[in-house]
């Protein structure tokens, strides 16, 4: 478990990934995931994570944090991560769309507006209602 002092993500409720659970920039999970990328010891990360956690019920996919508390952890690369948080969207293991962190914020509020609305695109339009009969 990756920690810096008494701080980790597994209390957060969500499923915290580490590199194994990747094969290059492929996540070996099915089905669609938001992943958070972040560091503990990053004060934006830690306070977007009660954030992002407080959607896990409302968006339509699940929500991991990969945790890349080390700084050596080839995560960084793969993803090319520059600021932390930053959230991948995978489908069935291919990364689909990404919201990158900005420098000295993060990720704000509004960045989990865009990423409802990112999912909402890759899940297509809900099906029609039943039809009425006049």
Known sequence: ???TGNRSWD???LEVLRT????ATRLKRDGTYAVCFGATWCPATRG?????????ESLPAKLAIAD???LNDPLWDSFKIKITPTIVVFQTGAPVGRIDGRRFVGLRSSDLVR???????????APPG???NP
């Open 20 to 23: 194994n659970d990747f094969e």
């Open 11 to 13: 209390s957060t409720g």
């Open 48 to 56: 977007f994570v009660p954030k992002f956690v407080a959607r896990k």
């Open 68 to 70: 890349i508390t080390e």
């Open 1 to 3: 478990m990756a920690k």
């Open 115 to 125: 990423l409802t609305d990112l999912l909402d695109t890759l899940s297509g339009p």
């Open 130 to 132: 039943p039809a009425s």
